[in-house]
């Protein structure tokens, strides 16, 4: 069973900056991408930055020049750097992947979600 397990999240003062990370543990025979969501309260779950296997990123507009996706292939880990957060940038974050299993089934899973808390 493929799982993500986050880690890095916590309070932080407005300006300020955190480092998730998410690590993919299991049987995987590629990780096709990775990436994090956030789901603030009241809203919905939304795309923040994605990496491909190649190594293409996405950003959200928001975080764009503040936020930083990375990944260690050999560790099947994702990191998110995060820079100059924000009050709006509260939320749980999300790790999810797609991934190829040993027998070519393409699959996707998601972490159980980190929080980020922007307050002063």
């Known amino acids: 069973q493929v799982q993500l397990v986050e880690s890095g999240g916590g309070l932080v003062q407005p300006g300020g900056s955190l480092r998730l990370s998410c690590a993919a543990s299991?049987?995987?025979?590629?990780?096709?991408?990775m990436g994090w969501y956030r789901q603030a309260p009241g809203k919905e779950r939304e795309a923040v930055a994605t990496?491909?296997?190649?190594?293409?990123?996405n950003y959200a507009d928001s975080v764009k020049g503040r936020f930083t996706i990375s990944r260690d292939t050999a560790k099947n880990t994702v990191y998110l750097q995060m820079n100059s957060l924000k009050f709006e940038d509260t939320a749980v974050y999300y790790c999810?992947?797609?991934?190829?299993?040993?027998?070519?089934?393409?699959?996707?899973?998601w972490g159980q979600g980190t929080l980020v808390t922007v307050s002063s």
């Open positions: 999810h992947a797609h991934f190829t299993t040993m027998s070519g089934v393409y699959r996707e899973v």
């Open positions: 299991g049987t995987i025979f590629r990780i096709n991408s």
């Open positions: 990496v491909t296997s190649a190594g293409s990123t």
